[in-house]
């Protein structure tokens, strides 16, 4: 297969940055400089990027004032007969997988991790006019399969989402920024997931938990785990490389307060500073081997094909204070949680135990 040119990759790029609202009408683009810098190019792959995008009416050049997206961009990207070709693409590779032999629930569980993975690497806070609701939370790809689903049944729903880990969550709620978050905090000093922090955080309020699934967490290593890793004590190693959620992240509290258990020294961790904001990512740097082991779920280790060692099983749960049970977007969500088939889908991923999804608790201070 012909590998594609660099120009192309650059203009896709800026493409998927109009679709997605990291760049608006009018936006100017980075400099040929700022670009070639980025891409480590030259300037003409760059102009020529930047003439095809020129080309589709998607940018326009200004003398003396750079390259800037046209006003009518995300018009042009979202016309019918693009979409047409979209649908048209899908049903192909659709029909390809089926005539491979695969069953239609495991292409939509392809898809979804697919679509999950893609999305931990590009920007998720863009909006859209059909936006309903607003997440803001940990990272999970059984809530991307859901909202996937909900969103191509009805063209009126959709969810902005943000994945800023488990406390990020509960803070965007906090200062109502968000209608709904993903958790999965586990408390130390109770030994309970979620609950505690809720009491601390929402004092004199009901809040909903809506058990998303139980997810199996561990140390995700290559597929012949070559480093002999077994546990979090193998972390100190000087030749293992280690991969870290961020502050805030429910994998990154649990993990912290292990090696606090444990006595291991954080700082002796190679690689304990390098940070990444989803489980997709801690797949994709043992994968691309930029690291040999990373904590996180078994669901994203089955996905990329990598082996995984179990530590422990935590709850992951949906966040929903009172005040936004009613919406019409929310109770879809929980309703769709009750649905046999979307909990097994999610239990053909990998790495859950749906025997609790959908189940609702209520928390209060």
Same mark, same amino acid.
């Given at each position: 297969?012909?590998?594609?040119? *660099? $120009? ?25 400089? #700022?670009?070639? #810098? ?8 760059? @102009? ?6 020129? &080309? ?13 997206? %046209? ?23 659709? @029909? ?7 069953? #239609?629930? !495991? ?5 979804? =991790? ?14 859209? !006019?059909? %936006? ?15 909202? /996937? ?10 969810? &902005? ?11 965007? @709620? ?13 408390? #130390? !000093? ?11 955080? $929402? ?8 058990? =998303? ?10 597929? &012949?785990?070559? $480093? ?30 292990? *090696? ?16 990444? /904001? /989803? ?7 043992? *994968? ?17 094909? @990598?082996?995984?060692?179990?530590? %422990? %099983? ?24 009750? !649905? ?14 749906? /025997? ?10």
């Amino acid at each position: 297969m012909a590998k594609t040119p *660099l $120009f192309q990759k650059i203009a896709e790029a800026v493409r998927q940055d109009i679709v997605f609202g990291s760049l608006l009408p009018d936006d100017d683009l980075p400099t040929v400089r #700022e670009m070639a #810098e980025k891409w480590q190019c030259a300037p003409g792959t760059v @102009l020529r990027a930047y003439q095809i995008l020129a &080309d589709q009416g998607l940018v326009n050049s200004r003398p003396g004032a750079g390259t800037h997206v %046209t006003s009518d961009a995300t018009h042009s990207l979202r016309s019918p007969l693009r979409q047409a070709t979209l649908i048209n693409k899908t049903e192909a590779f659709l @029909l390809q997988a089926i005539a491979a032999g695969y069953s #239609e629930s !495991e292409i939509e569980i392809a898809f979804s =991790l697919a679509l999950d993975r893609y999305k931990s690497l590009t920007p998720q806070n863009a909006k859209t !006019e059909h %936006t309903t609701l607003k997440f803001i939370g940990s990272h999970d790809p059984a809530l991307t399969l859901l909202i /996937s689903r909900l969103s191509g049944t009805d063209t009126n729903f959709a969810v &902005d989402i943000t994945f800023a880990g488990s406390l990020g969550g509960l803070m965007a @709620l906090v200062r109502k920024d968000a209608d709904f978050a993903g958790a999965h905090l586990w408390d #130390e !000093e109770t030994n309970q997931y979620n609950r505690p922090f809720i009491r601390r955080l $929402f004092p004199g309020k009901r809040v909903a938990l809506v058990r =998303l699934a139980n997810r199996n967490i561990g140390l995700i290593v290559q597929p &012949d785990n070559p $480093f002999s890793i077994k546990s979090l004590r193998d972390l100190v190693r000087p030749d293992v490389r280690f991969i870290n959620r961020q502050g805030g992240a429910g994998t990154r509290v649990w993990l912290d307060a292990q *090696l606090k258990i444990n006595g291991i020294p954080a700082q002796k961790i190679n690689g304990y500073s390098n940070e990444v /904001s /989803s489980h997709a990512d801690i797949a994709g740097a043992v *994968l691309e081997d930029k690291a040999d082991v990373g904590l996180g779920i078994e669901t994203a280790a089955l996905g990329y094909g @990598l082996n995984f060692i179990p530590l %422990t %099983t935590e709850c992951y749960d949906l966040v929903i204070p009172q005040e936004n049970w009613g919406n019409d977007g929310i109770q879809r969500i929980v309703t769709a949680l009750r !649905e046999p088939n979307l909990v097994e889908t999610i239990r053909l991923m990998g790495g859950y135990d749906t /025997s609790s999804t959908g189940q609702v608790e209520w928390v209060s201070s």
